[in-house]
Structures are given as structure tokens and as C-alpha cells.
């Protein structure tokens, strides 16, 4: 079982920068691969980035490459999403999630952890 936590959501201006953490319980967290989505209003969720068990291999969403970055502390049982020149349409509930599989695989399918989500809102 693994519990996991996010925050660092907020309300930025466009242009901005944010950086959501997402704690994860368990000793288990380095074997995971770890992923973050997010939901906006309306609309389905969907596949922001992810990063492999070791963090060696990541994979993002076309529309954020460049932007974000996602990274991992297996010390500190801890992924992040380094989020830069925010956009208004990257407004959305942001959601870490966990995957016993250990690739950075974008499908929702294969993460079986999912945190509580953090809300990211960007002003123009």
C-alpha cells in the first residue's frame, strides 16, 4: 500500500512558476514509477508526465515538454513537477499517482496509487 500526498498548488499569474511535491509513504517508493496527471474543469484526466523507478527515463505530454519537469528523491520518498511558464490552460487539478510496473508509461491504467490532487490555477 502506498499513500500519497501532494501540495504546492496555487494561483499564479501566466508566465509563472510553481513546483508541486507528492510525498509517498512506504519503503517501497523507489521501485515505483511515478506520475503526475491533472483534470481540468469539464474535461477527462489526463497524462502530464512520468518518471521511471530510477529516474532515468521520464516521458511528458507534448504540451509541456520544455516547460515542466518532473523528478524524483528516492532518499526523501518524493517526486516532483517543476512547472515553468505556466499557461492559463494549465489550469487543473494535478494528481500524483504510483505504478508497480516501473516505467514511465503515460496510460492511467497502469498506476494503481493515486493522491487526493492539488489545484493548479493560472491568471492570465
Known amino acids: 500500500q502506498v499513500l500519497l500526498v501532494e501540495s504546492g498548488g496555487g494561483l499564479v499569474q501566466a508566465g509563472g512558476s510553481l513546483r508541486l511535491s507528492c510525498a509517498a509513504s512506504g519503503r517501497t517508493f523507489s521501485t515505483y514509477a511515478m506520475a503526475w496527471f491533472r483534470q481540468a474543469p469539464g474535461k477527462g484526466r489526463e497524462f502530464v508526465a512520468a518518471?521511471?523507478?530510477?529516474?532515468?527515463?521520464?516521458n511528458y505530454i507534448h504540451s509541456v515538454k520544455g516547460r515542466f519537469v518532473i523528478s524524483r528523491d528516492n532518499a526523501k520518498n518524493t517526486v516532483y513537477l517543476q512547472m515553468n511558464s505556466l499557461k492559463p490552460e494549465d489550469t487543473a487539478v494535478y494528481y500524483c499517482?504510483?505504478?508497480?510496473?516501473?516505467?514511465?508509461?503515460?496510460?492511467?491504467?497502469?498506476?494503481?496509487?493515486w493522491g487526493q490532487g492539488t489545484q493548479v490555477t493560472v491568471s492570465s
Open positions: 518518471v521511471s523507478w530510477s529516474g532515468d527515463d521520464t
Open positions: 499517482a504510483a505504478s508497480l510496473y516501473g516505467g514511465a508509461n503515460s496510460y492511467q491504467g497502469a498506476y494503481e496509487y
